[in-house]
């Protein structure tokens, strides 16, 4: 791996942070190193799967010049604990400049590759890379938004890796796969439609189930409206009594 070029007038940077350590693992598009520039730090993306064989030059590293080994990478099944590191050479001379057209450019192999609608700047120049590869960037299916294309779903095509998410593949899968779980847990429990006969047999069934069981849980209660209506009754007639005989006189001779 050597110090890229991050702009057509770079000539040398530093290597501000390496994001994956002597051997772990990677996947197309994650980012292997942070590179310091003049105007700003950038993140390194991989190109394809590997492995981090051995760092050359660790973190902090000043005024690296472009093309300048930096890095050894190995692929799956290699043997890592022997890398040496290659004999010190030349920088090699930044790339020319190039000045992108809205449909087609040409390549470093010479050829053109056919683009329709926007790209992103980084999956452009990758198919330019690889323009005798692909002449026609529709033949790719696009997993992006919308359908646009992402550097995994051209190194995809290109068989330099094995996902176009690269490692985000299994997280989506187990999405995928909760989705599907789902939706058969609803096709499951979902009914089926009933017809105007069979429906109505249901209603009158379960209303006779109900009410069955709230009749045996009712209980009596006694009324009595004698209270209520009292008032609204004539009252009975009453009969004159007569006096006691002899009170009066009893009464009269005491006072005498």
């Known amino acids: 791996m050597q110090m890229p070029a991050m702009s057509p007038t770079m000539t040398e940077g530093g290597i501000a942070q390496w994001k994956k350590q002597a051997g772990e693992a ?30 050359l030059l660790p973190d902090g590293t000043k005024n690296v010049p ?14 890592i604990s022997n890398l040496e590191a290659p004999k010190d050479e030349a920088a090699l001379s930044p790339p020319e400049s190039k000045v ?31 323009a005798a590869s692909i002449p026609d960037a529709s033949q790719i299916t696009g997993t992006g938004v919308r359908g646009m294309l992402t ?18 593949k299994n997280a989506l899968l187990k999405k995928q796969e909760g989705a599907v779980a789902q939706k058969a847990v609803k096709e499951e429990g979902a009914g089926q439609a009933l017809d ?25 209660t006694q009324a009595d409206f004698d209270s209520v209506i009292a008032d609204y009754l004539p009252l009975p007639a009453r009969t004159a009594r007569a006096p006691p005989q002899g009170k009066a006189e009893e009464f009269l001779e005491g006072l005498y």
């Open 151 to 168: 550097k995994g779903d051209v190194l995809a095509f290109l068989g330099l890796a094995s996902h176009p998410l690269g490692s985000a």
């Open 26 to 55: 990677f996947s197309a598009g994650d980012v292997l190193l942070e590179v310091e520039t003049d105007k700003a730090t950038i993140d390194v993306e991989a190109q394809e799967d590997g492995i981090m064989g051995r760092i």
């Open 196 to 220: 105007g006969g069979a429906l109505r047999r249901l209603i009158v069934s379960t209303m006779l189930e109900s009410s069955l069981r709230a009749r045996n849980g009712r209980g009596t």
């Open 100 to 130: 992108p057209a809205p449909s087609s450019a040409p390549s470093s192999h010479g050829g053109h590759v056919s683009i329709s609608g926007p790209l992103f700047p980084s999956v452009q120049r990758l198919l330019w890379e690889h």
């Open 66 to 79: 472009v093309g300048k080994v930096i890095a050894l990478l190995a692929e799956e099944g290699d043997d």
